[in-house]
C-alpha cells in the first residue's frame, strides 16, 4: 500500500476515533500531497510524499522554534505534535554508523576531494537518506568530512 493511501485510511481511522488533533495533520497532509499533484498535474509516488512530509516537518521545527523564542511555549507544543504524527509515516531513521557509511562511501564514489565533490556526494546521498536521516546534519557531516 502506497504511503498516500495510507495517510488517507488514517483520515478515516481519525474521524471515526474523534482524534481532532491527528485528523487536523493529517488533513493538512493529504492537501499539501493534492495541491502538489493538480499544481504538476501528476501522482506521486512515495519519494515525493516523504519529501512532503519531510518540509511539512521541517516548517513545524522552525515555527516551533520560534514560538519558543517567542515565549509562546503552548503554540510550539502544538507544532511539536503535529511534527509527532507526521514522523510516524516517515521511515525508520539512520543510525550514525550507517550515516558514516553512506557517507565514506558517497564520497569514494565522487571520484573528486575536497569541497569539490560537495554536490556529488550530496545528490547521491539524498535519495539513500531522504527520510531517514536530517539533511542539515548529513550536509554538516559532508563538510566536516571533505574538509578533513
Known amino acids: 500500500m502506497s504511503l498516500k493511501v495510507t495517510i488517507q485510511d488514517d483520515v478515516k481511522q481519525a474521524m471515526r476515533a474523534g482524534d481532532k488533533?491527528?485528523?487536523k495533520t493529517l488533513r493538512m497532509a493529504?492537501?499539501?500531497?493534492?495541491q502538489r499533484e493538480v499544481d504538476e498535474r501528476i501522482e506521486l509516488d512515495d519519494?515525493?510524499?516523504l519529501a512532503i512530509l519531510e518540509k511539512m516537518i521541517k516548517q513545524r521545527r522552525e515555527s516551533s522554534e520560534q514560538y519558543r523564542a517567542g515565549q509562546r511555549p503552548e503554540?510550539?507544543?502544538?507544532?511539536e505534535a503535529e511534527i509527532a504524527i507526521l514522523q510516524t509515516y516517515l521511515p525508520e531513521p539512520l543510525g550514525e554508523a550507517e550515516l558514516d557509511a553512506l557517507i565514506d562511501k558517497a564520497i569514494a564514489n565522487a571520484g573528486v576531494t575536497g569541497m569539490?565533490?560537495?554536490?556529488?556526494v550530496m545528490g547521491t546521498l539524498k535519495d539513500q537518506v531522504q527520510g531517514r536521516a536530517d539533511m542539515r546534519e548529513v550536509s554538516a557531516r559532508v563538510r566536516a568530512r571533505l574538509n578533513a
Open 21 to 23: 488533533g491527528r485528523l
Open 30 to 34: 493529504t492537501a499539501a500531497i493534492k
Open 47 to 49: 519519494a515525493q510524499v
Open 75 to 79: 503554540l510550539a507544543e502544538v507544532e
Open 116 to 120: 569539490a565533490a560537495m554536490g556529488a
